[in-house]
Each structure stands twice: as structure tokens, then as C-alpha cells.
């Protein structure tokens, strides 16, 4: 998980969603011991209106911090 936000932080994918979009912040994660529990919580997550995605973000940090720092000293 972290190389992946590497990557995305330092724009090594230029085409992906996150260069395009600019997006700088990482402001919601989750961690699964199982890859196959993960994709299917990302798919129902991203089959969800922006209201549910903005209540799930805003329930486990409501101030929308970057929480790339609290993965890196993991």
C-alpha cells in the first residue's frame, strides 16, 4: 500500500485518475489482511453515492487531513 502511494504522490502514473484529477491528499484508508475482502469493499465503495463516500471520509477524520503520515511510520 504504500509504494502505491508513492506512486500516486509523486505522479509516476501520469495518465492515472489521481494525476489527472491533482489529487494530493489521502484522506480515508482502510487495511485488510485479505486482497480479496479489500476489492470488494473498493467496488462497493466506488458503486456509492458521493454523499455515502463524504460521510464515510468525514466519520474517521472529519477534518480531511492528509493521512499519509500516519501510514509512513507504520
Same mark, same amino acid.
Do not use: C
Given at each position: 500500500?504504500? %509504494?502505491?502511494?508513492?506512486? *500516486?504522490? $509523486?505522479?509516476? &502514473? ?5 494525476? =489527472?484529477?491533482? =489529487?494530493?491528499?489521502?484522506? &480515508?484508508? /482502510?487495511?485488510?489482511? $485479505?486482497? /480479496? @475482502?479489500?476489492?470488494?469493499?473498493? +467496488? &462497493? #465503495?466506488? %458503486?456509492?453515492? %458521493?454523499?455515502?463516500? @463524504? +460521510?464515510? #471520509?468525514?466519520?474517521? *477524520?472529519?477534518?480531511? +487531513?492528509?493521512? !499519509? &503520515?500516519?501510514?509512513?511510520? !507504520?
Amino acid at each position: 500500500m504504500v %509504494g502505491r502511494i508513492i506512486q *500516486n504522490k $509523486d505522479k509516476q &502514473y501520469l495518465h492515472s485518475f489521481t494525476a =489527472r484529477d491533482k =489529487r494530493k491528499k489521502l484522506i &480515508y484508508f /482502510e487495511i485488510f489482511d $485479505d486482497i /480479496e @475482502l479489500a476489492i470488494v469493499k473498493e +467496488n &462497493y #465503495i466506488k %458503486g456509492k453515492s %458521493g454523499g455515502f463516500k @463524504l +460521510n464515510l #471520509i468525514t466519520s474517521v *477524520n472529519p477534518e480531511f +487531513n492528509d493521512l !499519509w &503520515y500516519q501510514i509512513k511510520i !507504520w
